[in-house]
């Protein structure tokens, strides 16, 4: 097709497609998102159940990325979003003891000299290894190596041992040793590139700490998010329920099958789903980056959310929560997350609601376990940890299969070359969290770029 606007289609009806749909309708750009379940947001889902708010997904994003806060201004809904309740103080289980996070602190480690020396993360050892980190030279050898390896040339075995690997394979749901410094921790690797302290840069950062603590969400949960992408899309851009089944090439754009058995045709062609599912729709047209995308792998996790009566608590947590140290002895619990004191409103004055975390790539084999067993592991957890009194009186457990993508070793130079082969079709692009971003405001500043380069191809080509 030539002249004027190009026919967009989005697959994948997540926070990237969504994001992508809404960049195109700034510049004037119609798209068609089509994503095959009964809802928009891919893991972001919220459930309201008997006054009580219960993210299941993702229950904040990050302040200081700049992409989910644009999106809000754009949206016109800044204005709701709440900050953390005080204290916003998390963390760090090991040996059977809860060990606070440092205030002020970045990556979990202490930029600032009084929180740092009260702090019982550490030995002394392990905190002297830490302030002699600007005295540490950059890494001369090139190429990737694994966020693990990073931390302990840079801050000590111990720092990555009891801070980074439950503090960042918390996030990722998994293995510090695997996964790519590059691709989790970019910004600390530049610093490391530019010859400068990683110590010091952190505690830069610290000092800009943002007011309210750096993180955001909705009073009615992250799905508020959503809603009001969807909303302010114009009425028939996303279709629910519908599924592609398959692309191919179709003169200088593409067409794809779906599952209600439609044939669409699209000048653009935006791939917003995860990396597996990529692959099999690129089998057939571009077969070595389809390979280059199934052999990113994926691990699974499970979410437990309970409500209790406020008064079953015996030992209510002062914080947010806490994520624990792998190896031996382990609690069953990934993290435990005490929503209610996080986020105002979520629950009525009387309940408290947790969210215990199972699996990640430690622990995958805990999803065998049926529902009922990881509610009564919960719950027993928290009754050691908590002193809880009585049964939860409400529970909800999530499942997401394959949903986290462990960005390993090497995995920028793979997506690299993702790009190159799919830049010699026609307008295609891949994006998403499998790809080049993790977490809410970086997946969606780049599915957004992702959108606006393939805008861009199209109009100088002189087509549109």
Not at 118 to 135: D, I, N, W
Not at 274 to 299: K, N
Not at 353 to 379: K, M, N, P, Y
Not at 410 to 439: K, M, N, T, Y
Request: proline share 6%; net charge positive; glycine share 14%.
């Amino acid at each position: 097709m030539t002249g004027g606007a190009p026919r967009v289609l989005v697959l994948g009806g997540g926070i990237a497609g969504l994001s992508a749909a809404w960049e195109c309708h700034r510049q004037g750009v119609g798209a068609v998102v089509l994503e095959a379940q009964t809802r928009a947001g891919g893991v972001i889902r919220t459930d309201v159940v008997e006054d009580v708010v219960l993210d299941t997904g993702p229950d904040a994003f990050l302040v200081s990325k700049p992409g989910a806060m644009t999106l809000c201004r754009e949206l016109g809904i800044e204005g709701r979003l709440i900050a953390m309740s005080p204290p916003r103080g998390a963390f760090v289980l090991r040996d059977g003891q809860l060990h606070a996070l440092p205030e002020g602190g970045a990556f979990g480690i202490a930029t600032r000299p009084g929180p740092f020396l009260r702090s019982t993360l550490l030995s002394p050892a392990g905190k002297l290894r830490v302030a002699l980190e600007p005295l540490v030279p950059r890494r001369r050898t090139g190429g990737d190596e694994s966020a693990g390896a990073f931390f302990r040339r840079r801050f000590g075995a111990e720092a990555a041992e009891r801070i980074a690997q439950p503090l960042l394979g918390g996030i990722h749901a998994g293995d510090l040793d695997r996964l790519s410094v590059e691709a989790v921790l970019p910004q600390l690797a530049h610093v490391e590139r530019d010859g400068r302290s990683v110590l010091l840069a952190l505690r830069r950062q610290g000092q800009r700490a943002t007011e309210g603590g750096a993180f955001r969400s909705f009073p009615n949960g992250m799905a508020f998010l959503v809603e009001a992408l969807v909303d302010a899309l114009p009425a028939g851009t996303v279709r629910l329920g519908v599924g592609a089944t398959a692309i191919a090439r179709a003169g200088h754009g593409w067409q794809v099958g779906t599952t209600t058995g439609d044939r669409l045709e699209a000048d653009l062609l935006l791939l917003a789903a995860p990396a597996g599912v990529v692959a099999g729709w690129l089998g057939p047209v571009a077969p070595e980056a389809a390979g280059l995308a199934s052999g990113i792998p994926y691990v699974s996790s499970a979410g437990v959310l309970a409500v209790y009566a406020r008064t079953a608590i015996a030992r209510p947590m002062h914080g947010s929560g806490y994520v624990s140290t792998p190896g031996p002895g382990r609690e069953p619990l990934l993290a435990t997350s005490w929503l209610s004191n996080k986020w105002a409103g979520r629950a009525p004055a009387d309940r408290v609601v947790l969210r215990g975390f199972f699996g990640g790539a430690f622990d995958e084999a805990a999803l065998a376990q049926s529902d009922e067993t990881l509610v009564g592991i919960a719950h027993q957890t928290w009754q050691r940890r908590f002193g809880v009194e009585a049964p939860p009186l409400l529970t909800r457990v999530v499942r997401w299969t394959r949903t986290s993508p462990q960005h390993e070793v090497g995995h920028g130079a793979r997506v690299r070359r993702i790009d190159e082969v799919l830049g010699a079709l026609p307008s295609i692009a891949v994006c998403g969290s499998g790809f080049r971003a993790v977490g809410i405001p970086d997946v969606a500043t780049d599915a957004r770029a992702a959108i606006r380069t393939l805008l861009d191809r199209w109009r100088a080509r002189g087509e549109g």
